[in-house]
């Protein structure tokens, strides 16, 4: 299906579909968003089917999927959406859609994803994105997880710590493509005019401890102590009054929060910084803000997470602190700041390092994965076979395993 070049020869229609609400700012939105606009390109026809509040904010290649509530969910609170009138929306989706692939991310989680997986039928394509440890509620769920994953023809993960999570809780594999970042959208970005004195960019929820605002605060007077003209932005949705704490005066006066931004500006304001900071904890498995500040050629520092050290090519193309160590991140930070050198060195390594990560590549790996799934003429339909979720509740009530035949009916064996 792919000629010498590695391009796909025949446009394919392609249906994604995003577990978190769109108007959310989020990782996985911004791959899915990147991914479809790139895909569509290429040549193909492409739907994304996603919840979300304000159905306005959809771009014309998305299709409302229902309003999405705010559930607990891998060490946060994502905004999801479930039950019969998701479940209808899916169904109404794949009808008319017609596509010859469907690919859905995050598949285990509590959204549209997982309901995707169980209504069709046909070529399934699944995402990790996600890295999580083992815990009650993926254990408890191991059965309910096994009838969508069942129905999946190829596994991608987005990070080797994506793939862990898969490999150790599910079993099987996944073939290993990274996140992209569209580098042509912040190549000839207009700076924002900036005063006098360095300038450091946090991007990131504001109220979610994970993404350690906390810890750049606790930093940030040691770093306005060696260097008093310096601007904080905090860029992100949130309120900051609780995370800024009794910080001085003179410390807080040098922090701006612009709150959420779109993208052009949030380019805009990468572009702008001498320095962006990474302060995550915990719960990374990849970073996708890494690879749009190294593609707008500014200098990054983040926290020696696991997934932010495979990014920066375990140092080479951005420093790194101890995680949650606020005295060595302001360190380094007035390090940085002070050796105009010492950045650009890392801002050209970025450059190099971002590259490889451009969506015009990575698009085209996972092209290929569809090719390898596609039955031509036999498009993904919704399945009324199946009848997932009374098969759960049999399993688990009474340790049957079913499956059901190439003629619809089921047969069962006992384990």
Request: include cysteine; proline fraction near 5%.
């Amino acid at each position: 299906m792919t000629d010498s070049s590695g391009s796909t020869q025949r446009a394919l229609r392609i249906g994604i579909v995003c577990p978190y609400a769109w108007d959310v700012p989020g990782g996985v939105q911004a791959h899915i968003h990147d991914l479809a606009e790139t895909l569509i390109g290429f040549g193909h026809h492409l739907s994304v089917l996603t919840p979300v509040d304000d159905p306005s904010t959809l771009p014309e290649y998305a299709v409302d999927g229902g309003r999405p509530r705010a559930i607990p969910y891998n060490g946060s609170v994502a905004r999801l959406t479930l039950g019969v009138k998701a479940t209808r929306h899916v169904h109404r989706w794949i009808r008319e859609g017609e596509f010859d692939v469907v690919h859905v991310h995050e598949p285990l989680a509590p959204s549209l994803s997982v309901l995707t997986c169980w209504v069709a039928q046909g070529p399934i394509v699944a995402t990790w994105h996600s890295s999580m440890q083992r815990s009650r509620v993926l254990s408890a769920g191991y059965y309910l997880a096994q009838t969508a994953l069942e129905k999946v023809s190829a596994r991608i993960a987005v990070s080797e710590d994506a793939r862990r999570t898969l490999v150790d809780h599910f079993g099987g594999d996944a073939v290993l493509i990274p996140n992209g970042v569209r580098v042509d959208r912040f190549a000839d970005v207009e700076p924002v005019p900036r005063g006098p004195g360095p300038r450091i960019v946090f991007l990131g929820r504001i109220d979610e401890p994970r993404k350690g605002l906390a810890v750049l605060f606790d930093a940030w007077p040691m770093i306005v102590g060696q260097h008093p003209d310096a601007t904080l932005i905090v860029i992100g949705p949130g309120d900051a009054r609780e995370a800024l704490g009794d910080m001085d005066s003179a410390s807080r006066e040098r922090i701006h929060v612009l709150g959420r931004l779109d993208e052009d500006r949030k380019a805009q304001e990468l572009a702008s910084a001498d320095l962006y900071v990474a302060p995550n904890t915990g719960g990374e498995s990849f970073g996708i803000v890494l690879l749009e500040a190294m593609a707008a050629q500014t200098a990054v520092l983040a926290s020696d997470l696991t997934a932010f050290e495979r990014v920066l090519d375990g140092g080479g193309a951005g420093a790194l602190f101890a995680t949650g160590n606020a005295e060595d991140l302001a360190r380094q930070a007035n390090a940085l700041l002070g050796d105009d050198v010492a950045r650009q060195k890392l801002v050209e390594a970025g450059c190099h390092r971002v590259a490889s990560f451009d969506w015009a590549h990575i698009a085209r790996r996972v092209e290929a994965v569809y090719d390898s799934v596609i039955v031509p003429g036999e498009p993904v339909r919704v399945d009324l076979r199946g009848q997932l979720v009374g098969r759960l509740a049999r399993r688990a009530g009474d340790g049957r395993v079913e499956s059901t035949g190439e003629d619809g009916t089921e047969t069962e064996d006992r384990r």
